[in-house]
């Protein structure tokens, strides 16, 4: 199957950051709400439109939080051991070109900037 992460509980990987991050955001949605929908000093607050922003914010937020947390992985380390990745395209046309240049001088041809032999 697939790679077995490991179980580290001190890890970047943890719930406590997106649960204080979304509960904080739940807060200041459900005070401004409860705030706003009060309509004035002659009207009560609305606690139940409170309530309700809190708990839309709070679970909006934890779930994209939680997400990008848990989406996170770390590269494998052979990938920065030169496999190929950063090659520069005029180093490789460098090459070919080079490598067209030695056949045809091996077989005695002219080639041009194409690769084809001259005269044709």
């Known amino acids: 199957?697939?790679?077995?992460?490991?179980?580290n509980p001190n890890s970047r990987n943890s719930i406590k950051f997106p649960l204080s991050f979304s509960f904080a955001l739940g807060a200041v949605a459900?005070?401004?709400?409860?705030?706003?929908?009060?309509g004035g000093t002659d009207h009560g607050l609305r606690w139940d439109l409170g309530a309700i922003a809190f708990g839309i914010a709070f679970v909006a937020t934890l779930l994209i939080a939680s997400l990008l947390v848990m989406g996170h992985k770390e590269n494998d380390p052979s990938l920065s051991e030169g496999s190929g990745v950063n090659r520069r395209s005029s180093d490789r046309l460098g090459k070919t070109k080079n490598d067209a240049e030695n056949g045809a001088a091996r077989t005695g041809k002219d080639t041009d900037d194409d690769g084809e032999t001259a005269g044709h």
Do not use: D, K, N, R
């Open 30 to 38: 459900g005070l401004v709400t409860l705030v706003v929908s009060a």
């Open 1 to 7: 199957m697939g790679s077995v992460e490991p179980q």
